[in-house]
């Protein structure tokens, strides 16, 4: 093997391994539910349980909120593929949804880690950068909204 193919190989290993890596990260393939249904039924109570956090004492308040940050996180997970909706396809062929689901899931991965650490103030934190992202990408793509 000449040295510029050797070269070529190992490129293009490493970026199997990158996305073998990246790999662990993918969502469930094959949603039965709309997205519109995940933002009814996981996404607005997940969140509403994340934005009332009071004053929580014991492990098992905490493990509302790290139950509240999974169910987020999962959902987002699954708006990346799409759902059942017609236009759910679409919307997650588009970047910017990704990057909003991104954003989605970032926001839960804060609120998780902040109900393990049991750290009120990084909860606040966590539930204000979980609220643009519903916003912007209402803005974008939700028809009801954009037609209001
Ligand atoms: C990646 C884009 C995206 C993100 C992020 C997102 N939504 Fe949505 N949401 C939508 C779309 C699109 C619809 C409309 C779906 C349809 O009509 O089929 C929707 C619909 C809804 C609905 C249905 C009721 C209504 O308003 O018509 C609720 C409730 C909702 N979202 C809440 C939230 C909350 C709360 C968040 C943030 C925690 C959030 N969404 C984040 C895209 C998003």
New binding site residues.
């Given amino acids: 093997m000449n040295r510029l193919l050797c070269t070529l190989t190992l490129g293009a290993m490493a970026a199997m391994a990158a996305i073998a890596a990246a790999g662990q990260d993918v969502p469930p393939a094959d949603p039965e539910m709309?997205?519109?249904d995940l933002?009814?039924t996981l996404?607005?109570p997940a969140?509403n349980t994340l934005w009332g956090i009071e004053d929580p004492q014991t492990a098992e308040d905490w493990q509302v909120f790290i139950d509240a940050a999974d169910l987020v996180i999962d959902a987002g997970r699954t708006?990346k593929v799409g759902g059942t909706?017609p236009?759910d396809t679409d919307?997650a062929a588009d970047p910017a949804?990704q990057a909003?689901?991104d954003a989605?899931i970032g926001a839960g991965r804060d609120a998780r880690q902040a109900a393990m650490d049991q750290d009120i103030e990084a909860m606040y934190t966590a539930g204000e950068v979980?609220y643009p992202?519903?916003e912007e990408?209402?803005l974008q793509?939700?028809?009801?909204v954009r037609e209001q």
């Fill in positions: 709309s997205v519109n933002m009814i996404i607005t969140t708006i909706g236009k919307w949804w909003f689901a989605l979980l992202p519903c990408c209402h793509f939700h028809p009801g």
